[in-house]
């Protein structure tokens, strides 16, 4: 009965994840509104074109009821873009992710809190220089449904592995920010890679963790002391602590 | 109180466009589905049991199934190889649906499974657990309870029985690991208008306070980001 994994998602799972991001297809037959319980899906009517979650575009691609486009920045040329970048402008970090749809306004809204998978950032109007969160699943998911409908999939596969090897490297090295504890911040990094990295990063941290604990907590009682004895913090950090 | 309410879940799934009206005080189907991927991912990303999800988030997703599957019975009269094939789309949907709420279910039992005694100790912990969970969780202790005591704790001397001693000023009571890492996503704060989120780190050699951008990712200890998880404020991921 109860979950036999240990804490996190594993690939699988987050290939489900993924399932749940929006496409466009393009149908090719009829198919009436569907009363699903996310709500109710729009009606297809072959050529226009209509956002569907994956699973669902999956599910038609696979009985060539619909094609599949894909996204704009699974194309060749965008993806050849994306690599110069992570080789060659930001050597250290991730390129960054896509910018969020939704801006923040001043009234708050629906869309304030919204993450990815259910952010549209694989449809056909997606904006193609950036890689998203499920960049790598929906990549291969894709390229294993429907490579017909992807331009010159051979090349879009070979980029994909590269790029996955290039980001694999800065995913290695960010251990070295571990060492300290603290906040260390992972930005435009995949859904795929968390997945990957999890067991060995978090086993990382817990041990560097556990041998700095004594460190710590004389550095806390020090800074304690200090901040007793004088009445007054003179760092920043005991001057947050007061408040 | 039970069945109007599933009654008018049942009339609100009637009425598809009903989603969309924003004075409806009823979540969507949509919201309700983020909620809950949102729930699930939470709690298998954390060592921790997180509070049991608010608003009769799981009950209302399951009343939503229930109702899905009579409509799916109904159908199943008419079988023309058309609305068979809007079946097998509504089906492979609740599947999924299911497949969430199990998973979420099912972590939660392996962490009271894990340290049953620790959330019952204190009614503070108790509230993290729904009403069904303490039932597992209080049946679950008296067996084991009972077990340890007619195969060896019971040839102990009286005082030594106790499963629940902090002599020395160790608890035998163990709990999760709160120091242990987690991947967290900021999705903004909660404050109108607010972008970033404002974690404090711990860390070996110095303390800070770090402005978390929204969708940025990043590895923290779980003690560190558990106050703005719960707060809705960050996910884990």
Redesign the interface.
């Known amino acids: 009965?109860?979950?036999?994994?240990p804490?996190?998602?594993t690939p699988t799972?987050v290939a489900?994840?993924c399932?749940?991001e929006m496409v466009t297809v393009v149908p090719r037959q009829k198919?009436?509104?569907?009363?699903?319980?996310?709500?109710?899906t729009q009606p297809l009517r072959p050529p226009h074109r209509v956002p569907l979650p994956l699973?669902?575009a999956l599910?038609l691609k696979r009985?060539r009821r619909a094609n599949i486009l894909p996204p704009p920045w699974l194309l060749p040329a965008s993806l050849d873009k994306i690599l110069k970048h992570e080789t060659e402008i930001s050597t250290e970090t991730f390129s960054p992710?896509p910018p969020?749809p939704y801006a923040?306004?001043?009234?708050?809204s629906?869309t304030?809190?919204?993450?990815p998978?259910?952010l549209p950032s694989s449809t056909a109007d997606s904006p193609p220089d950036y890689l998203p969160y499920h960049w790598l699943e929906l990549g291969e998911i894709l390229l294993d449904a429907c490579s017909d409908d992807i331009p010159d999939p051979d090349r879009v596969r070979t980029l994909l592995r590269d790029l996955r090897e290039v980001r694999m490297a800065k995913m290695r090295a960010s251990t070295k920010d571990?060492?300290?504890?603290?906040?260390?911040?992972?930005?435009g990094?995949g859904?795929m890679e968390?997945a990957e990295g999890?067991e060995f990063?978090?086993g990382v941290?817990?041990g560097?963790?556990k041998l700095?604990a004594s460190?710590?907590a004389a550095?806390r009682e020090r800074e304690e002391d200090e901040g007793g004895g004088a009445g007054q913090g003179d760092s920043?950090?005991e001057d947050?602590?007061l408040e | 109180m039970d069945i109007s309410d599933i009654l008018q879940d049942l009339n609100h799934d009637r009425d598809p466009f009903a989603d969309d009206d924003y004075n409806d005080s009823r979540p969507s189907g949509q919201t309700d589905l983020q909620a809950l991927t949102r729930a699930w991912i939470n709690e298998r990303g954390a060592a921790e049991l997180l509070p049991y999800p608010k608003d009769n988030l799981i009950e209302r997703a399951t009343n939503r199934i229930k109702a899905q599957i009579e409509k799916v019975e109904e159908m199943t009269g008419d079988m023309d190889p058309k609305t068979n094939f809007s079946l097998i789309i509504i089906q492979t949907e609740v599947e999924r649906w299911k497949f969430i709420i199990r998973s979420i279910l099912r972590a939660r039992i392996a962490k009271i499974d894990k340290h049953t005694l620790y959330y019952l100790s204190t009614p503070e912990l108790q509230t993290r657990l729904s009403e069904t969970e303490i039932a597992y969780a209080t049946r679950h202790q008296q067996l084991l309870h009972g077990h340890y005591l007619s195969s060896f704790l019971g040839s102990f001397p009286q005082q030594l029985q106790n499963l629940n001693d902090t002599a020395g000023g160790i608890s035998m009571i163990g709990g999760p690991d709160e120091e242990g890492g987690v991947f967290v996503r900021s999705l903004g704060s909660s404050e109108i208008g607010g972008e970033g989120v404002v974690v404090r780190g711990r860390g070996r050699d110095g303390d800070g306070e770090v402005e978390v951008a929204r969708g940025e990712v990043v590895v923290a200890r779980w003690a560190d980001v558990k106050e703005v998880v719960e707060k809705g404020e960050m996910e884990l991921v």
Do not use: Y
């Open positions: 009965m109860a979950l036999p994994l804490p996190g998602l799972e489900f994840l399932e749940m198919l009436e509104s569907l009363d699903l319980l996310a709500g109710a699973w669902l599910l009985q992710p969020h923040v306004s001043v009234l708050p629906a304030d809190h919204i993450s998978p259910f571990l060492e300290g504890g603290g906040i260390s911040s992972l930005r990094v859904a968390v999890r990063m978090v941290m817990d560097l963790r700095g460190r710590e550095r920043e950090d947050m602590e």
